[in-house]
């Protein structure tokens, strides 16, 4: 398989430079998973899937032109040659567009294990018999678990020649509970791993999901409109952070100029207890990227100590405005803090834990709206009970310096690590 993916990485550069491309890179992968599905409590579908890619950025003049396929032949691949250098030669010129420089011959041997549809089986059956017993109210509406093997090879017509060979566990649930006519909404997790040794309940962020799920039944709604604090798991702490860090750091918003922060790298942007970084290669992180825009990836830090130290860019974003490139700009660390969730709980006056946040984008300002779902009210450092949807709303970027506290604990769901933060400062509107 190693050899088929070079000869054709080989063959199209071979092809674009014939063409009369003055730059190319091309990506080209095979994959093969293995899944089973389970459906309103029923197995409904085991299968095998392969899958081919092949694609192509060709550069004429700084003009770009890129084309993808599923196939690898040769008779595809004149195709796609041909494609992105007539794209690239009908663009507009760009000094932007450039074309990494070589970095010579890699291979990242990353977790290599084999399909073992027999475990994937038991697991589920454990799962599903282990969810019937304890929380005999809570349905599994859908529940997949499945073993994704991929060899993907990085190659450009400066020399460059990476290899990626990987594999990985993913298993996803979607719940909700029942109890006569009584249902509640909807809710479900997911994570990565390097095996199933371990019962898949034993997901400290799917068990607790899964267990509140029950209580939810008895949801009433918050009375009132009060100014209090969203506790948040990690779902919705790494929703808000990303959707602060898409609005502030990433290389569409410093661009377009749209970025509060475009001017404030040295200074203060959050909470000094703060600290965010990209770094694909933690051991905590399942086949992080080895490659950021076809460089060796490294750790980047974006928020040191609540400080700004970096924005988030690609090696595009980072000539079009003449600041440094990131070493990494995926696969989140968000330092923990001191924090036990306990403690962090007690530390409430009055606010609500926020399981699962539904509304419209973040506006570049900060400001957010939208409504709390499977999600608990807490009075004077105790949850109190589950409430119906409630609108949250307020600032984020103000609410980063109105952080009271961050978790020890953090869940490491394979593609990023990230604690309990406890957010004041959010007009929390009930009945």
């Known amino acids: 398989m190693k050899k088929e993916l070079y000869d054709a990485a080989e063959y199209a ?40 890619s092949l694609n192509i950025r060709a550069l004429s003049k700084n003009r770009k032109g890129s084309y993808g396929t599923n ?35 890699h291979v990242f041997d990353l977790t290599k294990t084999d399909a073992n549809p027999d475990l994937m089986y038991e697991r589920m059956a454990e799962f599903m018999e282990q969810v019937k017993s304890g929380y005999p109210k809570t349905e599994v509406m859908q529940f997949i678990v499945n073993h994704n093997k991929l060899d993907s090879l990085y190659a450009n017509s400066n020399g460059t020649r990476a290899l990626t060979i990987g594999s990985q566990y993913g298993v996803s649930v979607n719940f909700s509970a029942r ?18 040794d371990t019962p898949i309940l034993d997901y400290p962020v799917l068990r607790r999901l ?55 790298i040295g200074e203060s942007v959050a909470d000094s207890g703060i600290n965010i970084s990209f770094d694909p290669l933690d051991g905590r992180i399942i086949n992080g990227g080895r490659l950021q825009d076809g460089y060796l990836a490294h750790k980047q830090d974006i928020i040191k100590d609540g400080r700004l130290t970096a924005f988030s860019l690609g090696e595009y974003a980072a000539l079009k405005t003449g600041l440094p490139r990131a070493g990494a700009t995926g696969s989140m660390i968000i ?17 609500i834990l926020i399981n699962r946040f539904s509304g419209g984008s973040m506006a ?25 949807e409630t609108m949250v709303s307020g600032n984020m970027l ?31 509107s009930g009945k």
Not at 217 to 229: H, I, Q, S, W, Y
Not at 248 to 256: D, E, H, Q
Request: with cysteine; glycine share 14%; hydrophobic share 40%.
């Open 335 to 351: 330092a923990p803090g001191a924090l036990s969730v306990g403690e962090l709980t007690a530390g409430v006056e009055r606010g």
């Open 210 to 264: 899964i267990a509140e799920s029950e209580m939810e039944l008895d949801a009433r709604p918050v009375e009132g409109k009060f100014t209090g604090t969203l506790l948040c798991p990690p779902g919705s702490a790494g929703h808000f952070i990303w959707s602060v860090f898409g609005n502030c750091v990433s290389g569409g918003a410093i661009i377009s100029g749209t970025s509060p922060w475009k001017d404030k």
């Open 71 to 105: 196939k690898i032949d040769k008779d595809t691949t004149d195709t796609a040659v041909t494609a992105a250098v007539a794209a690239a030669l009908s663009s507009e010129a760009d000094e932007a567009e450039v074309i990494s420089g070589g970095i010579g011959e």
């Open 13 to 52: 550069l071979g092809q674009l430079k014939q063409k009369g491309a003055d730059g190319a890179e091309v990506w080209v992968s095979r994959g093969e998973m293995d899944e089973l599905n389970l459906d309103a409590g029923k197995f409904s579908l085991m299968r095998t899937t392969f899958s081919t």
């Open 398 to 428: 103000d609410m980063l310096f109105n952080v009271t506290g961050i978790s020890s604990e953090a869940d490491c769901g394979g593609g990023s690590v990230i604690p309990w933060i406890a957010f004041g400062g959010a007009v929390i």
């Open 179 to 196: 109890d006569g006519d009584r249902t509640t909404s909807f809710n479900g997790s997911g994570y990565s791993a390097k095996d199933l």
């Open 364 to 388: 570049p300002n900060g400001d957010f709206s939208g409504v709390a779902k499977n999600s608990f009210l807490i009075e004077n450092g105790k949850i109190t009970g589950a409430v119906t």
